[in-house]
Nanobody, 132 residues
Framework: QFQLAESGGGSVQAGGSLRLSCAVS????????MSWFRQAPGNEREGVAF?????????????DYADSVKGRFTISQDRAKNTLYLQMNNLRPEDSGIYFC????????????????????RGQGTQVIVSS
């Protein structure tokens, strides 16, 4: 059983930056898909950023983003620390919400229109508030 724990949320003014972290207990092995979703009050949970990693035939990382965050958010990982990151720059009030990381031990379809239910593990979330 894997556990995911998000951190790094907070309150910032529009135009500011935050970096979210997702610490993963355990190792998903030779291929996986990890992601960030967010949910604002009254809205459905939406995919924000996705990272697919595999080690055969060579180590390969692919990322994908929701159109609303392209050019502003960057998803990355530190495999040695079993940690997923989301660097968020030029934040807007509409970026506010609770951010969740989710993961599964296979790549599958790892793109921005994936559903949260496609993932096997998820954290409790960290809140981001962007004021205008």
């Amino acid at each position: 059983q894997f556990q995911l724990a998000e951190s790094g949320g907070g309150s910032v003014q529009a135009g500011g930056s935050l970096r979210l972290s997702c610490a993963v207990s355990g190792n998903f092995g030779s291929s996986y898909c990890m992601s960030w979703f967010r949910q604002a009050p009254g809205n459905e949970r939406e995919g924000v950023a996705f990272l697919a990693w595999g080690d055969w035939p060579t180590e390969t990382t692919n990322t994908d983003y929701a159109d609303s965050v392209k050019g502003r958010f960057t998803i990355s990982q530190d495999r040695a620390k079993n940690t997923l990151y989301l660097q968020m720059n030029n934040l807007r009030p509409e970026d506010s919400g609770i951010y969740f990381c989710a993961a599964r031990g296979r790549i599958g379809y790892c793109y921005e229109d994936s559903r949260d239910s496609d993932f096997d593990y998820r954290g409790q979330g960290t809140q981001v508030i962007v004021s205008s």
